[in-house]
């Protein structure tokens, strides 16, 4: 059964820190693209960041890019996303996703269940 599970969301004030996990079990996570996408209140879906199987490849929105960083521990099943300087605009559910092959925007394989994160000014 697959399963991803995302923790570490929780409520900060703007200018701080959060590091977001995701654990995953069920495929073969180190042959898996991994993503980071978000969706605000009232908003649409919005990726954020994607990391390729080995980790040596990562691309960002520009909306995160110099605040955010993705990376992999294929040892540990687990992707994280290391959240800087957070904007009360960075307020979402963050979900973790994976695809076999590089994806657009939602047309993952497999998904999480979401974390909330919560930027206050």
């Known amino acids: 059964q697959v399963q991803l599970v995302e923790s570490g969301g929780g409520l900060v004030q703007a200018g701080n820190s959060l590091r977001l996990s995701c654990a995953a079990s069920?495929?073969?996570?180190?042959?898996?693209?991994m993503y980071w996408v978000r969706q605000a209140p009232g908003k649409g879906l919005e990726w954020v960041s994607a990391?390729?199987?080995?980790?040596?490849?990562?691309y960002y929105a520009d909306s995160v890019k110099g605040r955010f960083t993705i990376s992999r521990d294929n040892a540990k099943n687990t992707v994280y996303l290391q959240m800087n300087s957070l904007k009360p605009e960075d307020t979402a559910v963050y979900t973790c996703?994976?695809?076999?092959?590089?994806?657009?925007?939602?047309?993952?394989?497999?998904w999480g269940q979401g974390t909330q994160v919560t930027v206050s000014s």
């Open positions: 990391i390729n199987i080995g980790g040596g490849t990562t």
């Open positions: 069920g495929f073969t996570f180190s042959s898996y693209w």
């Open positions: 996703a994976s695809s076999r092959t590089y994806r657009g925007t939602g047309q993952y394989d497999y």
